[in-house]
Every structure is written in C-alpha cells, then in structure tokens.
C-alpha cells in the first residue's frame, strides 16, 4: 500500500511504464466485443503495428477472429475462466500490409473485473516463442529421422552410464538383435544375460576401455529364436551438454551373415593356401622320386645284372641281393612320393572296384590282427572305373590297415563297403572348392571302423605329408591315397569323432558303356639280337641300358637327349629296331622325340621310360601300335622280358 495518497499517481505511472516496456505483448479489452483501451510496445512489434485502442478485437484482427481467437474472448469474458496455451499458433502479418507469417504464442486470457466485481474486460499476455517451438520440431524431425535410420539399419543405438553399465536409454531394433523387449533393455543385467560364455570377458575388457578410447568387439549372443547370433558393439564416451558425468554411447547390430561369410572366405583361403602347398609338395615329391628313380634305375639295374651274372655260390652273392633289396625298397618309397604328387598311376584300365576289393580282404585277413573282425558289403551290378588297378590296391590296403591299426586290445570291425552315389555341384564343394572331379556318378569304397576316432586338430592333418600318430609311420601312407585318389578325378572325404571310430569314403567316377577300352595285348618280339637306340640324359642311366641290353644280345646306339636321338634314329633309321626312350629330357621331350622319328618311321617299336609318370603323354601314346612304357627304375630281367629276350643267365 502506498505511504500516502499523493504517491498513487507516481505508482501508477511506474507500473505504466513496466507494462509498456514489458517483453511480453501485453493488451487490455473491455466490454463484449473487447474493444482495446491498452496496448504495449512488445504487442505492436509482434504484429504490423496497426492502430488498435478504441477498436473492437475482431475489427483490428479480422484474420485473428478467422483462427477462432473471438471464441475465446468470448468464453474468457462470459465464464471468467481464464485461457492458458503454450505453442498456440496465431498467424499475423509482421508489416503492414505484408502476408500472414506462421507464429507460435504461450497466451493467457485473463479476465478483468469492475469495483463491483462484474467481469468488464480480458487481459491478454503473449510471449512469441516461434523459434522454440520451431527449434523443438526440428529436433523431433531430426529424431524421427534418426530413428528412421536406427530402424532401417536394423541397429539398436544405446547410452549407459558406465559406471556399472546401467542403461539410460535405447532405441532400435532391441527384440531382433538382442533377443529381448526394449523394457528389459532397461535392466542392467539384460546386458549382460545371453553372451556366450567363451566371450564373456572379451565383451567385459571391451566395455571397461571405454574411458580410455573407443571400442569395438564382435561376440556371439543367445537371441530369442534360441541361436547364437553374432553381434558387433562399438562405444566411446560422450560429455553432453548440461550432465554432470559423461555417459557412453553405442551401437549395436547383428553381423551374424557378414561373419559367416568372412569365416567362409578365410575357410576358402586355407584351403586354397592348404591346396597351394600340397602342389608345391607335390611338385617337389614328384622332382625327387624323378631324379631318384634315374639313380636308382643305374643302382638297381647294374645290381641285378651283377646278380645276373654271378656264379652260383660267389662269395659277393648275398651282398649283391641286399643291394637289389633295399634298392627294391628305395623304389617303393619313390612309388609312395609319386602317389603324393598325384603323377602315379600308369596302367588305367576299366577296373572292377568290387574284384579289387575281395582280391585285396582275402590277403588282409591273414594280416591283420585276430581281435579285428573284416567285414565286406559289396554292391551289386557296380559300374566299372578307369583306374591303375596296383593304385587302387594301395589305397585300399593303407585304408583297411590303418582302419584295424586304430583298433584297440578289446576288439572291433572293420567294414568295407561299396555303392553308387551321384555327386553335384554342391557336394564336390563341400570337400573342397578346388576338387578336379566332375559332377555325375561315382563308384564309393567305405571303410569304417570301430576304433578311437580322431580329434578335429587330428582330422585336419591327416593328409599332410610327412604327419603320422604312429611310432614308426613315415606319414606318407594317407598323403599317397590322396594323391593316387586326385591322379584319378575322385576324391576323398572322411567322417570321425573320438570314440566314435573313423570312415573314410573314397569316390572314383564311374564308367559310361565304352568310355575306355581295354588295349590290345602286347606281343613280345621274341627275338634276342637287334639294334636298340637308348635315349636317356641321364649317363647312369644309359650305361646301365647299354650293359643290360647287350647282355641280352642287343647292339646299343646311345643319345644324350631327344633333338640327338633324334638326329641318331634319322642317320641310323634302317638299323634301328627298338628305340628306349626318356620322356623328361631338355632340348627336346620324349614326345617331341617320338613325333618326328614318327614322320621318318612310323612302324619302329617304342619302349617310353620315366622317373615319373607324365600321365596325359602315355594315356595318349601308350596303348598305339609299337608303342609300350616301363616305370624307372626297372631291372635287367623286367627290360629284356619287355624287349622279349630269354633272361635266364
């Protein structure tokens, strides 16, 4: 209350004053149709500026009175309940004349009332808030947007505090990628619940480093179809603007596909890498069991004519067999590295798999230990395949032996069984994406046993060369079946767990109706004198030819390569009644060689010879008339029997 009357005045204009400075666009209206008596500066600035005091509100503001503003006028005046909206839209022109501009207001109407205490008027307060409200839904926008995103990626976005990992909120793609309701996102514990156990403390060490720097880790989670699923979670700290501590931010998605299929190309390069160093290998053991088979060839065959001609009871006779059998047993190992390589098989006929195996179980039962009982489950009408029928003895022997060997004390089966399976595309992969065999029909030999098993860090070396379980193996036994199985277009796949015995299951392509012939016999020349041109670039290996064959009764003509055999068979073609020809020589190949001695005499009798087997050459040469092959190294009788010379000494 003012101290004395004369200050009424004073306080009046000062409170005038207040209210026309005021930020607020303040106005005053009496009677029924609100006719204006005060106006601030703030109300005229909001608006064109046009004269209102002494005006009716719907005359002053037809477009106001359009948006419905008279009503309220008229309920605030009528009830005296006063009007309050925050964000109320009022669109007014802010030039005179100019158009209607989109405006947002928080009003209130408040009613006025006469010393009576009789409603006589309406007070109205305006704050414009059009940049607030403006801002807000750019902010919903951008969040719907964001959201939209979230969504469409099929994330889920989170905060936490990162003291005890305590979610503050999450948006997103929560029941798909963790497996739970976005409410039970909120729980502490939910984070946590569902991790494989294995990365378990993966995820923990992870999240623990997000004060330090921004993290990222891949684990595998238990979702709500009951699978695991791979989720990929990365977070860093963030300080937003007015919180006290920071909090962290993340995403999380479901990478289980992008996983699987990176998990697949790395399967695929292994293997291919896997592949790469069997070649190698491959190559390395076919180079050696070359180069050795032509020492061995000098070795063995001089030891075998020494053998030869040694008179019964010599002195030097039991050292001369000893020589002949471990040079025997050196030409075995070489055999083994060429089955490695897959340049093995030499004689590929149409083969009776079932024969082979029958053959081959009937010398095996007196082998193999009594506890171990052999069991064959033939198939009937099975098709034939091509094939070396000693290669695939091989690998039916190594097979069965390591199928009873991995029986223990108490006793167990071995079951060999054959069929008929059609393989596709797709089964050919899953053995490996570089398998040379072709999709179609195959003939299967299985041999199971009902030993140990194998372990998987086992099962995956099985077939590295040189890799054996056994005290005295050498490791080449597996590696060779694979090779002899590779050299065929078959291929291998094996099935094992510990305790649950082992199967190994060995495909070869089956036979079409004449597909391969069987090639014509061979008609030994019967004869023991003759001339023999030997073209070898090996020296050893020529000296030794020289000797046996005039042994034999032969006249020799030597050539150091194929371009002066070659030269030699030209000059000396009318005398010349056997060539022995080297397939691996430089300047010029065995083939090479036999072409043009082919255009100066096509009759001559050919005997091809190798350390190792070029197998696309003799498939196409040998089996063609006056065309014939031995296998370095060989003795002196297996070289006369093929030129058909009597051997007896």
């Given at each position: ?150 969504n ?18 999450v ?92 998990q ?7 293997h ?23 020492l ?8 075998s ?24 047993r ?32 009937v ?69 490996g ?56 277009q ?49 020296p ?31 000059a ?56 014939e092959?031995i ?19």
């Open positions: 209350m003012p101290k004395r009357k004369s200050d009424i005045p004073a306080i009046e204009r000062g409170f005038q004053r207040a209210l026309e400075e005021a930020p607020a666009a303040i106005s005053l209206r009496k009677g029924p149709d609100h006719r204006c008596v005060f106006v601030n500066r703030a109300h005229l600035e909001s608006t064109d500026g046009r004269p209102q005091l002494g005006r009716a509100f719907a005359e002053a503001f037809p477009e106001l009175a359009a948006q419905g503003f008279v009503k309220i006028f008229d309920r605030v005046y009528a009830t005296g309940e006063p009007f309050v909206a925050d964000g109320r839209r009022a669109d007014v022109p802010t030039v005179p004349g100019g158009p209607l501009k989109e405006r947002y207001w928080n009003l209130t109407f408040q009613a006025t009332h006469n010393d009576d205490g009789v409603i006589d008027g309406v007070s109205t307060f305006a704050f414009d808030v059009t940049d607030h409200v403006r801002a807000r839904r750019e902010a919903e926008e951008a969040r719907r947007q964001y959201d939209e995103l979230v469409t990626l099929g994330i889920v976005v989170w905060r936490v505090d990162p003291e005890g990992w305590r979610p503050e909120w948006r997103g793609h929560v029941a798909e990628v963790l497996g739970i309701e976005p409410e039970a996102a909120l729980q502490p514990e939910a984070w946590w619940a569902g991790i494989h156990p294995d990365d378990v403390e993966v995820v923990r060490a992870a999240r623990s480093s997000v004060r330090r720097a921004e993290y990222r880790v891949e684990y595998r989670r238990l979702t709500g179809d009951e699978a695991w699923r791979w989720i990929a979670e990365s977070g860093q700290l963030r300080q937003e603007a007015g919180a006290e501590q920071p909090s962290a931010w993340g995403l999380l998605q479901d990478v289980t596909e992008r996983v699987l299929h990176r697949e190309r790395e399967r695929l390069q292994d291919l890498l896997h592949v790469q160093k069997l070649e190698s290998l491959g190559v390395l053991a076919g180079g050696v069991a070359h180069d050795f088979n032509n061995l060839t000098a070795i063995l065959g001089n030891a004519l020494a053998e030869m001609q040694l008179t019964t009871g010599h002195p030097a006779t039991r050292a001369v067999n000893s020589m002949v059998a471990a040079a025997r050196a030409s075995d190992l070489t055999r083994q590295l060429l089955a490695f390589s897959g340049r093995g098989h030499f004689k590929v006929l149409p083969t009776d798999v079932n024969e082979q195996v029958v053959e081959l179980t010398l095996l039962e007196a082998s193999i230990p009594k506890k171990v009982n052999l069991r064959i489950e033939p198939h009937e009408n099975l098709p034939l395949v091509a094939a070396d029928g000693s290669q695939l003895s091989q690998v039916l022997m190594n097979l069965v032996i390591n199928g009873a060997e991995a029986i223990d004390e108490q006793g167990g089966t071995v079951v060999v069984r054959t069929g008929v399976q059609v393989l596709e595309q797709g089964d050919l992969l899953s053995v994406p570089f398998a040379a065999a072709a999709p179609g029909a195959f003939v299967f030999v299985e041999v199971s046993d009902s030993g140990a098993g194998m372990d998987e860090s086992t099962l995956a070396r099985i077939f590295d060369p040189f890799f054996t379980t056994k005290v005295n193996g050498r490791g080449l036994g597996l590696a060779a079946v694979q090779g002899i199985i590779r050299g065929h078959g291929l291998i796949r094996v099935y094992s767990e510990p305790g649950r015995g082992t199967t190994f299951k060995v495909f070869l392509p089956a036979l079409t109706r004449g597909a391969l012939q069987y090639p014509p016999a061979e008609t030994p020349a019967g004869r023991l004198n003759g001339t023999v041109l030997v073209v070898d670039d090996e050893s290996v020529r000296e030794f030819a020289r000797a046996a064959l005039e042994f034999g009764g032969y006249r020799v003509v030597e050539a150091a390569d194929g371009r002066l055999g070659v030269d030699a068979f030209r000396l073609a009318g005398e010349i009644d056997v060539v022995l020809l080297d397939l691996t020589m430089p300047r010029m190949s065995g083939e090479e060689a036999l072409s043009e001695m082919r255009k100066i005499r096509p009759a001559t009798r050919v005997i091809l010879s190798s350390g190792y087997n070029e197998v696309e050459a003799t498939r196409r040469l040998v089996g063609r008339a006056s065309v092959f296998q370095k190294p060989y003795t002196v009788r297996e070289l006369l029997a093929l030129l058909g010379a009597r051997t007896t000494s």
